[in-house]
């Protein structure tokens, strides 16, 4: 099985070396990707899914990332293009996932199985970055979609972070600076009650922006995504990050009880 990753993270890497590696934006994505992949094995192994097929849904999740920041220069979908149905495109209908070994797609015992797979992780890939599933997915691609979503909430918290702060977490030190960021207003709020991700479309401060990171924890599926989190410890920093304004360390406050509450007790119906 390490045979068929290795080939897997040679195509990865003939296809993202047609980038600027140099750039510190693709080599963020090169990171999250490996790390996405090797989580989502893990994920895949506690959960009864195949853990190889779940890794290559980790590697090949973020494809559309490369040419989504090479086109548009920016990783925020709502100003450029829907980089999960980019990536799919690329790698399904441009023909990209011929490059990928053929051995990921096999299912034991089950005749056309490959075919089944390759749906299920083009279903999975495009639907990675949406607020909420469709409706109507069958079982196993549910089951694929639901780890490979884990895996990637799950490292988000890392990338928010960790340095280099860029567009994507220097709001960690706007927010912990002198305190002219405001408090989150009640929507945002309202989601950390109820348990739930805020929905892209709410146009957000920076403040307002780590807390609905935050709240991507909220909706981790898998106990084993929730202890990967705790061990990890990035969701601890952004949950205790040093803030100045009183309404603001009270909302994270709340955060952290709600959080606990959720991790707990499960998810509010
Ligand atoms: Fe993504």
New binding site residues.
């Given amino acids: 099985m390490i045979d068929m990753r290795n080939k897997a993270i040679k195509a990865f890497k003939k296809y993202s070396n047609r980038y600027d590696v140099a750039d510190i934006k693709i080599k963020l994505k090169i990171d ?1 990707t490996y790390r996405v992949a090797e989580i989502a094995g893990q994920i895949g192994v506690s959960v009864g899914a195949d853990p190889d097929f779940a890794w290559l849904l980790g590697l090949l ?2 494809i ?2 490369f040419e989504q920041l090479t086109q548009y220069g920016t990783f925020k979908d709502a100003e450029s293009v829907d ?2 149905e980019l ?1 799919a495109d690329i790698l399904f209908h441009d023909g990209l996932i011929g490059d990928f070994p053929e051995e990921f797609f096999v299912i034991p015992g089950a005749d056309g199985g490959e075919s089944e797979r390759r749906k299920m992780a083009e279903t999975a890939i495009r639907l ?2 949406k607020l909420t599933l469709s409706e109507g997915l069958d079982a196993d691609t549910l089951l694929y979609c639901k780890v490979l979503r884990d895996a ?1 909430k799950t490292d988000i918290m890392r990338v928010l972070t960790e340095p280099p702060y860029d567009e994507r977490n220097g709001r960690i030190i706007k927010c912990s600076g002198d305190g002219t960021e405001p408090p989150a207003r009640e929507d945002v709020m309202r989601c950390v009650h109820e348990h739930r991700c805020v929905p892209k479309t709410f146009e957000r401060t920076d403040f307002e922006s780590l807390i609905s990171q935050c709240c991507m924890c909220f909706e981790l599926e898998y106990p084993v995504s929730r202890k990967i989190v705790r061990k990890q410890g990035y969701l601890d920093i952004l949950m205790n990050l040093a803030v100045q304004n009183e309404t603001m360390k009270q909302q994270l406050a709340t955060l952290r009880s709600e959080m606990k509450q959720a991790w707990d007790y499960g998810r509010k119906p």
């Fill in positions: 999250h999740h973020d559309g990332r980089h999960a990536g990675h970055n990637d």
